[in-house]
């Protein structure tokens, strides 16, 4: 019922910039909470960067002052620019979504957590 969409990732140098984003379509009544992960191959993934509906937002220590998080509620989409990319920044960026699909949903606090299919990113030294 619901789809997130990502895009924007690639391959870039140390220092350089990119800019991801996240369209969530279908059945959506409302948008929470959205949000970027990331993994590195055989590592746990970890929260990046979250926004609440309100514009509310909080990151991960290791970005802050390099990423930025924004949302479109309009277009029912999610940005993370990312600056200054070191290395260790190197991941496959995950995008998330708390959502009521519905107004049953939504009173009845029934909200669910959705996930894009993810888009790397490479950050070379």
């Known amino acids: 019922q619901v789809q997130l969409v990502e895009s924007g990732g690639g391959l870039v140098q140390a220092g350089g910039s990119l800019r991801l984003s996240c369209a969530a379509s279908g059945i959506i009544f409302r948008i929470n909470v959205m949000g970027w992960y990331r993994q590195a191959p055989g590592t746990e993934h970890e929260l990046v960067a979250a926004i609440t509906s309100g514009g509310s937002t909080n990151y991960a220590d290791s970005v802050k002052g390099r990423f930025t998080i924004s949302r479109d509620n309009a277009k029912k989409t999610v940005y993370l620019l990312m600056n200054s990319l070191k290395p260790e920044d190197t991941a496959v960026y995950y995008c998330?979504?708390?959502?009521?699909?519905?107004?049953?949903?939504?009173?009845?606090?029934?909200?669910?957590?959705?996930w894009g299919q993810g888009t790397p990113v490479t950050v070379s030294s």
């Open positions: 998330n979504a708390d959502i009521a699909g519905t107004y049953y949903q939504f009173v009845s606090q029934n909200s669910q957590r959705y």
